[in-house]
C-alpha cells in the first residue's frame, strides 16, 4: 500500500496569512493527489484534484502543486472560514489511501 | 447534481453484522464510482474500499477482506455496506463518497456505527 505522510500534523495561524501544508508519498503517484477540507461533524469537502485543480466552487486562494511523492496545499490568505482539519489523498492505486491530516487552528 | 443520504445511526454488539445504505439521486448509480470510507472518532479517513478501475468490479482494502461486502441495486439506486464481525475498533462514521482517479467529489452525510457491549 502506499502510505501518505502529512506534515505538520496541527498548525495554527492567524487570519490573513499564508499556510503551506506538504504531503509525502511513500512512492511516485504522478498527480493523483487530491486534497479535503473537514469540518466538526461533517464529511470531507473536495478542494483539490489532480494535483492543482480546483474544485468547482472552491476559492481561488487554494491552490496545489507537486508531482511524483511530494506535494502542497497553499492557502494564499487565511479567511476564518477556512480553519479546519486537512487531508490528502491519493487516487494511483487502491487502496486509495489518505494522509493522517492537518489541524489548522487560530492563533 | 449528484445527492447522497445514507441511513441512520446504528448501535450494534461485538461480533455482529451492520448494513449502511447509501441512496444516490440525481444522477443514477450505475453512471457513478461509489467508494466508502470511514472515521473512527477523533481519527483520519481510511479508505474501505469501491470501484475498481482496473476491472470495473469492486475492490476493498486489505484489512477488511472477507469482513466487508459491497453492493449496488441499480433498481434502487442504493448502494450499501455491509461489514461483520465487529469489534470495537469499528466504532466509527462511514461515509458513502462518489469519485476516482480524480477524488472523491461527493459525500454522503455519514452513518455513525458504535460498537458497543
Known amino acids: 500500500d502506499i502510505q501518505m505522510t502529512q506534515s505538520p500534523s496541527s498548525l495554527s495561524a492567524s487570519v490573513g496569512d499564508r499556510v503551506t501544508i506538504t504531503c509525502r508519498a511513500s512512492?511516485?503517484?504522478?498527480?493523483?493527489l487530491s486534497w479535503y477540507q473537514q469540518k466538526p461533524g461533517k464529511a470531507p469537502k473536495l478542494l483539490i484534484y489532480?494535483?492543482?485543480s480546483l474544485q468547482s466552487g472552491v476559492p481561488s486562494r487554494f491552490s496545489g502543486s507537486g508531482s511524483g511523492t511530494d506535494f502542497t496545499l497553499t492557502i494564499s490568505s487565511l479567511q476564518p472560514e477556512d480553519f479546519a482539519t486537512y487531508f490528502c489523498?491519493?487516487?494511483?492505486?487502491?487502496?486509495?489511501?489518505f494522509g493522517q491530516g492537518t489541524k489548522l487552528e487560530i492563533k | 447534481q449528484v445527492q447522497l443520504v445514507q441511513s441512520g445511526a446504528v448501535v450494534k454488539k461485538p461480533g455482529a453484522s451492520v448494513k449502511v445504505s447509501c441512496k444516490v439521486s440525481?444522477?443514477?448509480?450505475?453512471?457513478?464510482?461509489m467508494h466508502w470510507v470511514r472515521q473512527a472518532p477523533g481519527k483520519g479517513l481510511e479508505w474501505m474500499g469501491g470501484?475498481?478501475?482496473?476491472?470495473?468490479?469492486?475492490i476493498h482494502a486489505q484489512k477488511f477482506q472477507g469482513r466487508v461486502t459491497m453492493i449496488e441495486d441499480s433498481s434502487t439506486d442504493t448502494a450499501s455496506m455491509e461489514l461483520s464481525s465487529l469489534r470495537s475498533e469499528d466504532t466509527a462514521v462511514y461515509y458513502c463518497?462518489?469519485?476516482?482517479?480524480?477524488?472523491?467529489?461527493?459525500w454522503g452525510q455519514g452513518t455513525l456505527v458504535t460498537v458497543s457491549s
Open positions: 489532480a494535483t492543482s
Open positions: 470501484f475498481d478501475p482496473d476491472d470495473g468490479g469492486t
Open positions: 440525481g444522477y443514477t448509480l450505475t453512471e457513478l464510482s
Open positions: 489523498q491519493q487516487s494511483y492505486s487502491t487502496p486509495y489511501t
Open positions: 463518497a462518489i469519485g476516482g482517479n480524480l477524488g472523491l467529489d461527493y
Open positions: 512512492q511516485s503517484i504522478l498527480s493523483y
